[in-house]
């Protein structure tokens, strides 16, 4: 079982619609979420991190943590075209290394 | 902009080859953490820094190794290169206040081995 799983993408959503990104983990320890955007050609971005379960809301995105299921996602409301990239999920392990899923890409569709 | 810098930019090595790429951590920042993104993957946990230390590592032969310097700015090192070394390297800075793994990317080092 890979640590970090995300749904496979590639998403398309409609301009202005909301984009759901998942993400399951393996390591019931884990304290810590981050969501991390990188567009083409570029690094990763760090865009949210949460802790507590339930939601986190900033600007635009909102990240949502079950620690009893082991899910994490990342909602984006009223997309834009500028969100068009592959999305992150990170999780942190016992040896001071994140884990990253493999990543989901989204495309905004104007 | 991160503040995490990272040269060079691009290399091109060829097999058998060594290579150093270099990172300075954001400002306030005393850990780094080395990882390898290959193409259409997520990024895969090389080694992390602190205090000029190895805090731990992830599952890359030892022909990978780094070294971190007082001012916090980090080394890798690759020996005997392989064609599978290509990919994009990422230093990532970090502290333990508030979060070690609250990590922020450079820009990256692309290097590809031919």
């Known amino acids: 079982q890979k640590e970090v799983e995300q749904n496979s993408g590639p998403l398309s959503v409609p301009e202005g619609a909301i984009a759901s990104l998942n993400c399951t983990y393996s390591?019931?320890?884990?304290?810590?979420f981050f969501w991390y955007r990188q567009y083409s050609g570029k690094s990763p971005e760090l865009i949210m991190f949460?802790?507590?379960?339930g939601d986190k809301e900033d600007g635009r995105f909102t990240a949502q943590l079950n620690k009893a299921s082991q899910y994490v996602s990342l909602l984006i409301r009223d997309s834009q075209p500028s969100d068009s990239a592959t999305y992150l999920c990170?999780?942190?392990?016992?040896?001071?290394?994140?884990?990253f899923g493999a990543g989901t890409t989204v495309t905004v569709r104007a | 902009e991160t503040g995490v810098t990272q040269s060079p930019t691009h290399l091109i090595k060829t097999r058998g080859q060594q290579v150093t790429l270099r990172c300075s951590s954001q400002?306030?920042?005393?850990?780094v953490s080395w990882y390898q993104q290959a193409l259409g993957q997520g990024p895969q946990f090389i080694f992390q820094?602190?205090?000029?230390?190895?805090?731990g590592r992830g599952n890359f032969p030892p022909r990978f190794s780094g070294l971190q310097f007082p001012n916090y700015s980090s080394e890798l090192n690759v020996n005997a290169l392989e064609l599978d070394d290509s990919a994009l390297y990422l230093c990532?800075?970090?502290?333990?206040?508030?979060?070690?793994?609250?990590?922020?990317f450079g820009p990256g080092t692309r290097l590809t081995v031919t």
């Open positions: 990532a800075s970090s502290s333990l206040q508030p979060d070690i793994y609250e990590q922020y």
């Open positions: 390591d019931r320890g884990s304290q810590s």
């Open positions: 949460i802790y507590s379960n």
């Open positions: 990170a999780v942190p392990s016992n040896d001071y290394k994140l884990s």
């Open positions: 400002s306030g920042h005393n850990t």
């Open positions: 820094y602190y205090r000029e230390e190895e805090n």
